[in-house]
Nanobody
Framework: QVRLVESGGGLVQPGGSLRLSCAAS????????MGWYRQAPGKQRELVAI???????NYVDSVKGRFTISRDNAKNTVYLQMNSLKPEDTAVYYC?????????????WGQGTQVTVSS
C-alpha cells in the first residue's frame, strides 16, 4: 500500500506564493509519474502539472509560467511551487503518484489540501 501525505496549502492573497509538498511512503518500490491535480467547487478535477521519472514536465495552460513542479527521488517527494497566484487557482489540490512493484502497478492519491487565493 502506498500512502501520500500532502502539506503546504492555505490562504494567500492574489499575487502571493505557496509551495505544496507530497511525500510518498509504504510499498513504493518504483515511482514513475508524480503529479498535482485540483478541483474547484462545482468543477471537475483537472490536471495541473505532472513530472515523469525522467523529469519531463507538463502543465495545464492556465498555470504555465507561474507554477513549477519538481521531485526529490531520494525523499519520494513531489513539490508544486505556485507563484503569482490568482483567485481562480482556488481549489483543493491533490497529489497523484503512479508506479509499480513486481507484478503490479499502483495509482495513489493524497487526501487533498485546500488552497484559497483571496484578498
Amino acid at each position: 500500500q502506498v500512502r501520500l501525505v500532502e502539506s503546504g496549502g492555505g490562504l494567500v492573497q492574489p499575487g502571493g506564493s505557496l509551495r505544496l509538498s507530497c511525500a510518498a511512503s509504504g510499498s513504493i518500490f518504483n515511482i514513475n509519474t508524480m503529479g498535482w491535480y485540483r478541483q474547484a467547487p462545482g468543477k471537475q478535477r483537472e490536471l495541473v502539472a505532472i513530472i515523469t521519472s525522467g523529469s519531463t514536465t507538463n502543465y495545464v495552460d492556465s498555470v504555465k509560467g507561474r507554477f513549477t513542479i519538481s521531485r526529490d527521488n531520494a525523499k519520494n517527494t513531489v513539490y508544486l511551487q505556485m507563484n503569482s497566484l490568482k483567485p481562480e487557482d482556488t481549489a483543493v489540490y491533490y497529489c497523484n503518484v503512479q508506479g509499480s512493484f513486481p507484478g503490479s502497478k499502483y495509482d495513489a492519491w493524497g487526501q487533498g489540501t485546500q488552497v484559497t487565493v483571496s484578498s
